[in-house]
Every structure is written in structure tokens, then in C-alpha cells.
């Protein structure tokens, strides 16, 4: 197995700790994640990505007051 070595931040090290944590996996383990998604190439492919997730409702935004 390769390994990757990637510099970032404290504020960025935070920010993946606190996504990998509500993803329920570990910082390692949502990096694999993300480095397995399918890449967006054109705005097509995004769209058709948009589409299947409309009804997701954890994606839903709130009104702001």
C-alpha cells in the first residue's frame, strides 16, 4: 500500500477531525473516501449528481430567521 502525505493547516487538521467524527469513520478513513469519489468533469456530470440526490433530506437548507 502507497502512502500519501498531505501538508495542511491546524484549522484544516480541525476541520477534517470534525467531518471524519460526524461521518462516524476516522480522519484516514474519510480521506480514502473522498480520494475514491467520482470526480465532477463538466457541469453535466454535477447536475446528474444534483439530480439523484434531490430528495436527500440531509441536504436540505433551512430558512434563515
Avoid: Y
Avoid at 12 to 35: D, H
Avoid at 39 to 63: Q, S, Y
Wanted: a positive charge; charged letters at 35%; zero cysteines.
Amino acid at each position: 500500500m502507497s502512502i500519501l502525505t498531505v501538508r495542511i493547516s491546524d484549522e484544516e487538521k480541525a476541520q477534517l477531525a470534525r467531518r471524519a467524527e460526524a461521518a462516524g469513520t476516522t480522519t484516514g478513513g474519510l480521506v480514502r473516501e473522498l480520494i475514491r469519489e467520482k470526480p465532477f468533469i463538466t457541469a453535466a456530470d454535477l447536475l446528474d449528481e444534483m439530480e439523484n440526490l434531490m430528495g436527500d433530506k440531509r441536504l436540505r437548507v433551512k430558512a434563515r430567521k
